[in-house]
């Protein structure tokens, strides 16, 4: 049934549609209208034979989590920023041992300085822990992974992030399709785990590996992201056959077929992007956009034939490596090698910064024109940067820089001394 509903209501709805036995709980914004949708429902009894667990740290929940899959139950938990960056051990673990935990990752810039608002900076610093790591571009998306992440997880028994725009998404209230009990057990059957810490049989996990066996292990590992790669694409057909919409798969494309310039983003950009296209294809440009659905495992095969046509390629991406510039754009660049095209980095929307299709409108006539830079920072205030820049070259102790470019714009009012 079609509801206007609060994003984080929706995916909590979708959860424990999934039949979680262990829900690990613990706040962090903007996640936190989902683990209070769970709870409530687990209150109710509308979540039933689910254990909802307050933990003491977002370190904690990782840990239950590991711990309750270990022991052959379905967990979940969801975390977003600093939270996913204090249960990182844990979260390698958790893919080290194998163990299909769904986690949601309400996409949240990472501090210092401390900003609250979105981007893709706590997903990309994880792009390598072994987790499956998926984007949602909408809201009815993000109800929908979370469904075909349970079956995943559990296929390959490894974890998988749901990664959804923290706010933009989560705090936002649109028409989602939210399905039966009776669709979801359809598609999703009863938890049978690859492997299990029963008493009857007792193993050991986790054990110290060492030199002898340990780059076998991480190869393994490896190879079930490579599968993850025809996985994803059959899970999400049946899902459209199940439930009677198209969602998830490794990557989408809109308007691409014969685009000579082509964006590639993740996310909740996508619909800005994709109306910014419409536009320029209006005037005449022949523009196209690629939506990356699975991060991890990189689509590198897929994407290279989706691009195949294309003269240019402009990633915009809502995280940085600095020192290096793009994230995604690298995967791109690979995915590409050999083929003529140019790939361009488009750093944007960093801390929450709008990504308005204005600023979109200008960047890709530039792209088309041939006069865009490898890596753009999209709308950067030149004049804060070189006010800082010189007050850094006249003065040693020039303070630090955060509070310094709040003064400059008015936000802060001290003066340095």
Not at 324 to 339: E, F, R
């Amino acid at each position: 049934m079609l509801r206007q509903v609060e994003g984080s209501r929706a995916v909590a709805e979708a959860v424990a549609l999934c039949r979680p036995e262990v829900v690990c709980a613990y706040p962090i914004s903007p996640q936190t209208h989902i683990i209070e949708g769970i709870g409530a429902l687990v209150k109710s009894g509308e979540l039933s034979h689910c254990e909802f667990i307050n933990v003491e740290s977002e370190f904690a929940a990782m840990s239950v989590c590991i711990g309750a899959s270990a022991t052959g139950a379905r967990a979940y938990t969801a975390t977003a920023s600093q939270g996913l960056l204090f249960m990182i051990e844990a979260v390698y673990n958790a893919s080290g041992l194998g163990l299909p935990i769904v986690m949601t990752l309400a996409n949240r810039a990472i501090g210092a300085p401390i900003n609250i608002w979105n981007d893709h900076s706590d997903a990309m610093s994880v792009r390598d822990a072994g987790w499956i790591q998926l984007f949602a571009e909408t809201n009815q998306e993000a109800v929908d992974l979370h469904i075909q992440a349970f079956r995943l997880a559990e296929e390959l028994s490894m974890p998988v992030m749901v990664c959804m725009d923290g706010f933009i998404l989560t705090h936002a209230f649109e028409g989602v399709e939210i399905p039966t009990q009776e669709q979801v057990d359809a598609f999703l059957p009863p938890y049978d785990p690859r492997q299990v810490l029963d008493p009857a049989e007792p193993v050991s996990i986790g054990a110290m590996v060492g030199p002898e066996a340990f780059e076998e292990v991480r190869y393994l590992a490896h190879v079930k992201q490579l599968e993850a790669l025809d996985l994803i694409p059959e899970i999400a057909a049946e899902f459209a056959g199940t439930l009677g919409r198209r969602s998830g798969g490794l990557l989408s494309t809109y308007r691409s077929e014969d685009a000579e310039t082509v964006v590639v983003a993740l996310g909740s950009v996508l619909g800005t992007i994709k109306d910014t296209v419409d536009t320029l294809r209006d005037q005449g440009m022949r523009i196209g956009v690629v939506g990356i659905g699975s991060f991890r495992p990189f689509p590198a095969a897929a994407l290279r034939v989706a691009l195949a046509g294309a003269r240019r390629v402009v990633v915009i991406e809502k995280a940085l490596a600095p020192g290096a510039g793009g994230i995604v754009a690298t995967d791109v660049s690979m995915a590409t090698a050999g083929l003529e095209v140019k790939t361009h980095a488009v750093i944007a929307g960093l801390g929450g910064r709008p990504i308005t299709k204005s600023s979109l409108m200008e960047l890709l006539q530039l792209a088309a024109s041939g006069g865009l830079e490898d890596l753009t920072f999209l709308d950067l205030d030149r004049t804060l940067i070189e006010r800082e820049l010189a007050r850094m070259a006249s003065h040693r102790r020039s303070g630090p820089t955060a509070e310094n470019l709040l003064r400059d714009v008015g936000i802060v009012s001290a003066r340095v001394t």
